[in-house]
């Protein structure tokens, strides 16, 4: 990681996201914290999150949380066409967004769930 500032997309109830900000404060990285469950992402911050991710909406979804039940997502399509669809569900209900997201001052990011990833981004 480049010298500058990361960003972190915590859920402090998330042993994964603490984890993470453990690690880095471990690392000595200097980050700033959004908790994005109370400063939920616009639909143009995620789809640039979504650029540097290389990633698609679908692929940092959490199928498993019951509002994606509820929503039927699991049946929803996954292309180019679908993708504003899976965003702006994203953006009304950021819970269903996988955690955390660890975003570098060098334009890199990745889904944090292990030290392994983030070992790999340092």
Same mark, same amino acid.
């Given at each position: 990681?480049?010298? $500058?500032?990361?960003?972190?997309?915590?859920? *402090? @109830?998330?042993?994964?996201? @603490?984890? =993470?900000?453990?690690? !880095? +404060?471990?690392?000595?990285?200097? %980050?700033?914290?959004?908790? %994005?469950?109370?400063? &939920? &992402?616009?639909?143009?911050?995620?789809?640039?999150?979504?650029?540097?991710?290389? =990633?698609? *909406?679908?692929?940092?979804?959490?199928?498993?949380?019951?509002? /994606? /039940? +509820?929503?039927?997502?699991?049946?929803? $399509?996954?292309? /180019?066409?679908? #993708?504003? #669809?899976?965003?702006?569900? !994203?953006?009304?209900?950021?819970?269903?967004?996988?955690?955390?997201?660890?975003?570098?001052? +060098?334009?890199?990011?990745?889904? /944090? @769930? +292990?030290? =392994?990833?983030? #070992?790999?981004?340092?």
């Amino acid at each position: 990681m480049t010298s $500058g500032q990361a960003e972190i997309w915590h859920n *402090p @109830r998330c042993s994964k996201s @603490r984890n =993470a900000t453990t690690f !880095l +404060d471990e690392a000595g990285i200097d %980050y700033t914290v959004r908790k %994005y469950l109370d400063q &939920p &992402p616009t639909a143009a911050e995620l789809r640039e999150v979504l650029r540097r991710l290389g =990633a698609e *909406p679908w692929d940092i979804t959490r199928t498993g949380e019951q509002i /994606a /039940a +509820d929503l039927g997502m699991t049946s929803w $399509g996954r292309t /180019a066409a679908d #993708r504003d #669809r899976w965003i702006e569900a !994203l953006v009304e209900h950021p819970r269903l967004i996988q955690r955390p997201i660890v975003l570098t001052a +060098d334009g890199a990011a990745v889904v /944090a @769930r +292990d030290d =392994a990833t983030l #070992r790999d981004l340092l």
